[in-house]
């Protein structure tokens, strides 16, 4: 099973790769910038669910859904209640590899324009 982490990249190297590809025609769909949306969801609320179960923290029931749905809010209350100041750097490296993803799709779609324009 892949870590929480390294899904996180698979994740934006995936949303790279498709943002690239979807360039030449105007974008992504709505159904696919509907299941990138989720799949944002999923992993976030995979990583903290797993982190949780790391550090021993106990959960409440429904707490994946809750996460899934209000995950900008909740995962950096959660961040700040496990590490304290220390969530920062947790955030800044979350930051990071999205920024990362949003270089390459960047540098993509660079790379595609002038090859759609032939």
Do not use: E, H
């Given at each position: 099973?892949?870590?929480?982490?390294?899904?996180?990249?698979?994740y934006?190297?995936?949303?790279?790769?498709?943002?690239?590809?979807?360039?030449?025609?105007?974008?992504?769909?709505?159904?696919a910038?509907?299941?990138?949306r989720?799949?944002?969801?999923?992993?976030?609320?995979?990583?903290?669910?797993?982190d949780?179960?790391?550090?021993?923290?106990?959960?409440?029931?429904?707490?994946g859904?809750?996460?899934f749905?209000?995950w900008?809010?909740?995962?950096?209350?959660?961040?700040?209640?496990?590490?304290?100041?220390?969530?920062?750097?947790?955030?800044?490296?979350?930051?990071?590899?999205?920024?990362?993803?949003?270089?390459?799709?960047?540098?993509?779609?660079l790379?595609?324009?002038?090859?759609?324009?032939?």
């Amino acid at each position: 099973m892949l870590g929480p982490t390294l899904l996180l990249w698979v994740y934006a190297l995936a949303v790279s790769v498709s943002w690239v590809a979807a360039s030449g025609r105007g974008g992504l769909s709505g159904a696919a910038d509907l299941i990138s949306r989720w799949a944002m969801a999923l992993v976030i609320a995979n990583w903290v669910i797993r982190d949780a179960q790391k550090r021993g923290r106990p959960l409440c029931y429904d707490y994946g859904m809750f996460l899934f749905f209000a995950w900008p809010i909740v995962a950096p209350v959660y961040l700040f209640q496990t590490r304290g100041v220390r969530a920062f750097l947790t955030l800044l490296w979350f930051i990071a590899i999205l920024l990362v993803a949003a270089i390459a799709i960047g540098l993509g779609s660079l790379a595609v324009d002038p090859l759609s324009q032939q």
